[in-house]
């Protein structure tokens, strides 16, 4: 009996082992069962071989040459040749401005204290690398070699925690973007202060140029040697800077609490719900009673009207809930402003609805639209959702109507094709998470993914011949979010 007694505990999903194997991070993500015991330790087994050495029973050190590891070579990399009244570039070489030289040796902390001696020696070991948009210059959990100071574009820092989901978060996730860093301002130090693996991944969010100097070319007077500690006041500086912040659980301890109590809950994330007797001490008999004796007295209603015109006023409150439960969905999401694929997305999805969906949704659009003028403004839109019970701030409502055309970032008004969009998209969402909550007798938010692909195929086979499995994977029992797959049916970003 132990599926019923694990069940009555509130654990309805199978557990996922994690592997994680230092500065690689998670190597490998299994939902396992009793069942799985032996792919299991098969996994565990292969794992083992391949990250442990086995003379000294440590972790081998990383292949930083593996292309999950690698950092991007510059595009081009000029030695620093000599110092002139302008900067110059020329193939293999660079000549920096007297001003670039004076901001390297007065304004960045780290030189400050070198002799002038020491500082021209490490310029002339310095190179002037050059990396395009979107190339990876460091890596989180990869140690530290280089300390870089922009000279021109910018460069974005990424920060992966320990709370992503493993199960939703794609392998070259480099985590979120916490600062950014431009013109004359410096990144990489932390590595070789601290001698810890890299504490933030940098990428070039456009073409940027770097000066670039190793720390073997660094002078032992600076801190930059990792020859000579830090003082904490320089520590808490840098750490506050790469947002170290980020991996301290004390800060979101109470709410890292909740949401792991969350997951055991009965029901899925977004509705649980309370079993009397198994989440309480009620006896369910009892708690039975008391439902029934609580229910409120039925008696006669007399109704000032016609039928008919309580039956209009019903149809347009149907009307009205469904469009608050579209904005509803499109409030969470987060749309690529200026991106025309985002709009391209939408539109395939209005191209995707029936005649008749059309024909209900420009009833509602006309139904809001209350001055007849062609567009919903802000008034508009709050005095129909308040109509049928729905509150929301002006600065909500501008949200929804401002994501509603994801071409444009600022707008004040949601116009007809836009309103299209939203309601087809919100429409397909609630279409696919209805069939998969069918399916989800456990209201765990997860299926398995044999199960999906069964219910797909055979809705497919009803209207073809063709018999090739919708979803390919391996093990059948691994459970998918379907919340997730959703989204991604939808051609949306998961995370």
């Known amino acids: 009996n132990n599926k019923d007694y694990i069940k009555s505990l509130g654990v309805l999903a199978l557990p996922s082992v994690l592997f994680y194997a230092g500065s690689e991070g998670l190597v490998e993500n299994f939902p396992c069962g009793p069942s799985k015991i032996p792919i299991f330790k098969k996994k565990f087994t292969e794992l083992l071989n391949r990250v442990i050495d086995p003379d000294t029973r440590?972790?081998?050190?990383?292949?930083?040459?593996?292309?999950?590891?690698?950092?991007?070579?510059?595009?081009?990399?000029?030695?620093?040749?000599?110092?002139?009244?302008?900067?110059?570039?020329?193939?293999?070489e660079a000549v920096v401005s007297e001003e670039q030289w004076t901001f390297l040796r007065t304004q960045v902390p780290y030189f400050k204290d070198l002799s002038d001696e020491e500082f021209k020696t490490l310029m002339s070991k310095a190179t002037l690398e050059t990396f395009e948009q979107g190339q990876i210059i460091m890596r989180q959990?990869?140690?530290?070699?280089?300390?870089?100071?922009?000279?021109?574009?910018?460069?974005?820092?990424?920060?992966?925690?320990?709370?992503?989901?493993?199960?939703?978060?794609?392998?070259?996730?480099?985590?979120?973007?916490?600062?950014?860093?431009?013109?004359?301002?410096?990144?990489?130090e932390r590595a070789l202060i601290t001698k810890e693996p890299r504490a933030a991944s940098i990428r070039a969010s456009e073409k940027a140029r770097c000066f670039a100097f190793h720390q073997d070319d660094i002078p032992s007077s600076s801190v930059l040697s990792g020859k000579t500690n830090p003082t904490p006041e320089r520590k808490a500086q840098i750490d506050e800077k790469y947002a170290l912040d980020f991996y301290n659980i004390d800060f979101i301890k109470e709410?890292?609490?909740?949401?792991?109590?969350?997951?055991?809950?009965?029901?899925?994330?977004?509705?649980?719900?309370?079993?009397?007797?198994?989440?309480?001490?009620?006896?369910?008999?009892?708690?039975?009673?008391?439902?029934?004796?609580?229910?409120?007295?039925?008696?006669?209603?007399?109704?000032?009207?016609?039928?008919?015109?309580?039956?209009?006023l019903l149809m347009r409150f149907k009307l009205l809930r469904h469009a608050s439960r579209c904005f509803e969905y499109i409030m969470g999401t987060q749309p690529k402003f200026g991106n025309l694929g985002e709009v391209g997305r939408r539109s395939l999805l209005v191209s995707k609805l029936s005649p008749a969906q059309r024909e209900e949704f420009r009833n509602v659009y006309e139904l809001i639209d209350a001055d007849g003028d062609g567009t919903i403004s802000?008034?508009?839109?709050?005095?129909?959702?308040?109509?049928?019970?729905?509150?929301?701030?002006?600065e909500e409502l501008l949200d929804i109507i401002n994501k509603a055309n994801p071409a444009i970032d600022g707008n004040d008004e949601i116009e007809m094709n836009d309103f299209m969009g939203v309601m087809a998209e919100a429409e397909f969402y609630y279409l696919f998470m209805e069939t998969f909550a069918a399916l989800d007798k456990d209201n765990i938010g997860f299926l398995k993914a044999g199960e999906l692909d069964r219910v797909l195929c055979g809705m497919r086979d009803l209207v073809s011949n063709d018999r090739k499995s919708i979803i390919d994977v391996e093990d059948e029992d691994m459970l998918i979010n379907y919340e997730q797959f959703a989204k991604m049916l939808l051609g949306a970003d998961t995370y």
């Open 58 to 92: 440590k972790l081998k050190t990383v292949d930083c040459n593996l292309p999950e590891f690698a950092e991007a070579e510059p595009c081009a990399s000029r030695p620093v040749v000599d110092i002139g009244t302008v900067a110059k570039l020329s193939i293999g």
């Open 141 to 188: 959990g990869m140690p530290g070699e280089k300390f870089y100071v922009v000279d021109s574009g910018e460069v974005e820092i990424l920060v992966k925690s320990a709370f992503e989901d493993p199960l939703v978060t794609p392998s070259n996730y480099l985590g979120a973007v916490v600062n950014r860093f431009g013109p004359m301002e410096y990144f990489g």
């Open 255 to 312: 709410q890292f609490k909740k949401a792991n109590f969350s997951n055991q809950m009965r029901g899925s994330v977004n509705s649980p719900y309370t079993i009397p007797g198994v989440d309480t001490d009620v006896d369910a008999e009892a708690a039975v009673e008391m439902a029934a004796s609580s229910k409120p007295r039925v008696g006669d209603v007399n109704v000032n009207g016609n039928q008919d015109m309580i039956v209009a």
């Open 378 to 394: 802000v008034v508009e839109l709050k005095r129909a959702l308040e109509s049928v019970g729905t509150e929301r701030s002006d």
